[in-house]
């Protein structure tokens, strides 16, 4: 019972970390009482247990529960309730790695900004009494007729508020959370407008101040006189003055000031000064610098987001950006795109994963694989029961899914390591390492993680886990950074000829850093640089070596090989590398030596080019059917968005003019359903007969083809299209979406099954022409592409998508949420025809809202009501409906159009990833497209030409040739 | 063959549903700057002009082209454009080896084991050295 009970404690611990600050009553009950309840469930079948050692630091909840639902399982047979029990667990636990955990970051932002924005509001507005407190918001929330007009809006705001504030809306977090931004950011803009007012509406009300109409607003002006004396708590009194009576010298000349306020600024400077010398006084800069203070602010700083060991190295060289709970590195600040690229391919490429979050398992190995095979699927080829990882001799990677919920609600990808097993029927020990975003933040982490990519290691099995134990790598320092090479003449041809086919023997894949133990030790251990040093001065013979002798310490680490580019068939073997693992506390004492061998430090952007160069999908970039995909595409498009508005209009792409609906984000929910309605809908017909239909929804599916036709009036054709698009797009996307979210599921999925992926892939290919050489027969258990066996294919995965990647076959560069579309016969007659052709063009699309905006603009203009623009968006109630939208110069306002048929050429999918290859030497993007789509379009293509699409890029017309491949 | 490689009755029973089938790259060697590896994928006049202006240079009195088994025609064919337009400046020295391969069979499903197999390729070695006057 005893290590239960400080599991609970560490539990709540970790549970109250991130929440210290604001005490939220919403959300703390409902997450902490269940993970009790389950814990409480567990107690029991501890007590059977208590042999079992408390597990390491990681103290997370999901290793906690699972470790005790495995031992619970001996007494499963006699105790009918515990298969249940365990099942439940298993059931609880595993979604809530990457469910409930990632989540709560956002939750705790969302009511937390409703909450302080909320009583805000409603207290000026409830509070109508002539007694005005100190915000100058009170002036313009005045009892008279004018200010009635613009109330309503505000008390809306303050209810919905209230509403997220209870915590009603859970589910749409995310969505609440931008409103209640925006609606914070209305309200902190009245008092600033109102401030810069004061002075001529002050001036004015004083020459009117005889008028009746000044007299009816008697109560109004003299909140504002009121307002103009008490001055803002944070404001100096020289803002008071109108600013035609400021000057600059007024600044640190009292005497400049008209003397009504002499007193109060020279108290206020008195009051400044004062403050300024009390801080100079406790903080010198050699006070801050004392060590022990270097460290308590360097604790403070890192309270929130965590620093990794080599943190200050980091800080020093690279552009950090505090991500996922840590300070990491985004970028070197050194012009190094290209030499990094080098160093990937050549050298050495060396970068921090520690940030990586590892769970540990224990337990017998068939009640952890029995756990576990819920939350994998076969499906997807080898799983955590693989032969080759679970005798510990390989490392293993795969997509998580929420228990028994396969192909729907992916979690996350994660890769494993067995420990190897020394004697049979032992205790198993696994660890998982996953994408902090898929996890808790947990404070204390096993071990560092670092990849490097050195010589050429493809030249074993991949995966291959070896361990080792190393000496202390600072006591034979290179005195200059050099680069390491290989030494040809040390090996033997034989011993090479050995591993390089049967790979490391399983003795070797064990380490004493499985240990926990061995691991605490090694760290606590350490000799400090300090002292290392130390000893190193004393030497005799300066830089001579130092050998420490029995002092010095052995350190246990495990190499993990990384296979490099496995899939497609150039490039193989590409940015191969090791991952070193090395116990907590030593990051930076490998760190360094390996900087001085020559290796060069990436950040996260180099490691995101170098995914992208080897065709692996990478973790929440390419994974938006996982909760932490949809929180960083919805991430990526508020930063997107809010960059396009900093821009002056005129300075930035119009994107409703280049046709492309949604530059910031990729619609995939709508793309997958629009195909299934418009493949059902060619089904309902002959699938020959496409042509020439009246029905709105085919006109989705024949616009390609009466585009072509119709060419004399394409803009006609195509604005019909359009909003024929809103009306019928609108209504269909907006109800779907509405169901799939009341199923709770996303809706669209990204297909993983590796034999359709496989039989996929063998489509895509082209079947004829040149450059096909060495062209592998289609294997006996794969079809033929027949529009019949599209069909089975994608009735057996409904609103799929495919990852997919895509090579331009000339020049261009294909961007971030570029659009993958279907070519026209034309276009490849044209192709044909001329082989420089690059691809058609998009016509120019028409703005429709450019005259609205206009319009509101000066309606607004006239009516002058200042509190409601802002500086990009005109809040505007839409002529149809009393829907508010936010209209933006160049975006398309929600609810967005068709995303298939809104250009000439018919769009399939998204890119997700898209720049120049320096590896291929031509642009390269990987995208998603709608898997129906894709079978669509391939069972129509000739043979010769399968597998061609068109890329364009959001903020261009032109339409580039692409290949598309499915590598598996 | 060693522990890891499967005889060639083997091979012919291995389902490609059970396996994937993932060729290693050749082992890398030291290269000297006058080595030139011949490949498919370059074009060829670009190769050629390479080898041309390597000897032209004047800083190497010869080179040597390798190629290996698709290659080796092409590598054939850039040794001997390199001698005609030579003006008989030019001999060749080719030899033949044979390169091992290791292909890598990585199991689809949890059963499998991963299996290491070698195979042999044929690989050419021309040496494109200057005459001498004497």
Known sequence: MIPDQSVLNQLKETDTLPEENVPTESTRPQQTVPLEDVLSDCTPADSAQAATEETVEPATEVEEVI?????????????????????????????????????????????????????????????????????????????????????????????ELQETAEGKHIEDETGEKVKGET???????????????????????????????AQARAAEVNAMLKAVKNKNANSQVFQALPKHMRRRAMSHNIKRLPRRLQTIAKKEADKTSQQKKEVSKTKSRKARRRHGNLLLEFNRRQRKNLWLETHIWHAKRFHMVKKWGYCLGDKPTAKCYRACYRAMTKHCLLQDLSYQC??????????????????????????????????????????????????????????????????????????????????????????????????????????????????????????????????????????????????????????????????????????????LNHMKSELLVPGSHLSLGPKDSRIPILLVQQPGKQTGEELSGWGSGWDVLVPKGWGMAFWIPFIYRGARAGGLQEGLKHSQNKGAAHFPHDFPDCPAGMRFAKEQENELADKFKRRPPAKRP??????????????????????????????????????GRERPLSAVQGCEEELLKSAESPSKLRLGLQLEGIEVDAGVSVTESKKACAEGIGGFRVLRSRNVLRQLSVWCRPTSGKGQRGQRLVPSFQQELTPESAVSVSAANPLSLVWARLTLLKKGSPALHAMISIPTAEDFEQLSKDPAY????????????????????????????????????????????????????????????????????????????????????????????????????LSRQPADRRGLVLMRNAASLQYRFAKLRIEV | MADGGVTLAQHREIDPAEFTLRKRLPRK??????????????????????????????????????????????????????????????????????????????????????????????????????????
Not at chain 1, 119 to 141: I, Y
Not at chain 1, 866 to 886: L, N, R
Not at chain 2, 95 to 105: A, G
């Open chain 1, 654 to 691: 119009n994107y409703i003019k280049h046709g492309s609906i949604a530059p910031f984000c990729c619609p995939w929910q709508q793309l997958a359903e629009e195909w299934e309605i418009i493949v059902k809908d060619s089904g309902d017909e002959q699938p020959a007969a496409l042509k």
């Open chain 1, 183 to 213: 609606q914070q950011e209305a309200a902190s803009q009245e008092p600033e407008t109102k401030e810069c007012e004061t002075g001529e509406m002050l001036k004015a009300a004083v020459t009117e101040l005889a008028s009746s109409f």
């Open chain 1, 838 to 937: 690059c691809g058609p063009q998009e016509p120019k699309h028409r703005d429709h809202f450019k005259h609205k905006i206009k319009q509101i603009k000066k309606s607004k203009k006239k009516k002058q009501p200042p509190a409601e623009e802002t500086s990009e968006g005109y809040k505007t109630s839409s002529p149809d409906g009393g829907v508010c939208s936010d209209l933006t110069l160049g975006l398309w306002p929600e609810p967005l159009p068709s995303v298939t048929s809104h250009c000439s050429r018919v769009t399939i999918g998204f890119v997700t990833q898209g720049d120049f290859s320096l590896a291929v030497g031509c642009g390269e993007a990987l995208g998603f497209v709608s898997l129906t789509g894709l079978l669509h379009v």
């Open chain 1, 67 to 159: 470790q005790d639902a495995s031992v619970d399982n001996p007494l499963e047979d006699t105790a009918a309730v515990q298969p249940t029990l365990l099942e439940t667990v298993a059931e609880e636990v595993v979604p809530r790695v990457a469910e409930e955990v990632v989540p709560r970051v956002a939750e705790e932002v969302a009511p937390r900004v409703a909450e302080e924005v909320a009583p805000r509001v409603t207290g000026t507005m409830a509070e109508e009494s002539p007694t005005p407190p100190d915000t100058l918001t009170e002036v313009a929330l005045g009892p008279s007729d004018t200010e009635a007009e613009m109330a309503p809006s505000l008390p809306e705001a303050a209810t």
């Open chain 1, 358 to 531: 590892c769970l540990e398992l224990r337990g017998a190995e068939d009640d952890l694989l029995k756990a576990l095979a819920r939350v994998t699927s076969t499906d997807m080829g080898a799983t955590f029961a693989a032969v080759a990882c679970l005798s510990g001799k390989r490392q293993g990677s795969l997509v998580l899914y929420r228990a028994d919920r396969y192909p729907k609600e992916p979690l996350g990808q994660v890769t494993f390591i067995w420990k190897p097993k020394k004697v049979p029927s032992e205790e198993r020990q696994l660890w998982i390492w996953t994408h902090p975003t898929s996890k808790q933040v947990s404070p204390q982490f096993l071990s560092l993680y670092h990849t490097v990519w050195v010589g050429s290691p493809a030249e074993i099995p991949a995966g291959t886990v070896l361990g080792l134990t190393v000496d202390d790598p600072r006591l034979n320092l290179p005195n200059k950074r050099s680069q390491s090479m290989p030494d040809p003449s040390r090996v033997q041809d034989l011993q090479i000829r050995q591993l390089t086919l049967s790979g490391v023997a399983a003795e070797c894949a064990w380490s004493s850093i499985w240990d926990q133990a061995v691991r605490d030790n090694v760290t606590e251990n350490k000799i400090p640089e300090k002292e």
């Open chain 2, 29 to 134: 060697l030291p290269q000297r700057r006058n080595d030139v590896y011949v490949n498919m994928k370059t074009d060829f006049r670009a190769q050629l002009a390479r080898c041309q202006r390597l000897l032209e240079g004047g800083e190497f009195n010869e080179i040597c082209i390798h190629g290996l088994g698709l290659a080796i025609n092409r590598a054939i064919n850039i040794a001997l454009q390199l001698q005609g337009n030579g003006l008989g400046a030019l001999r060749l020295a080719p030899n033949t080896s044979t390169v091992e391969l290791v292909d890598d069979l990585e199991p689809e499903t949890d059963q499998g084991e991963p299996v290491s197999r070698t195979r042999n390729n044929s690989a050419i070695h021309i040496k494109v050295f200057r005459a001498d006057p004497q």
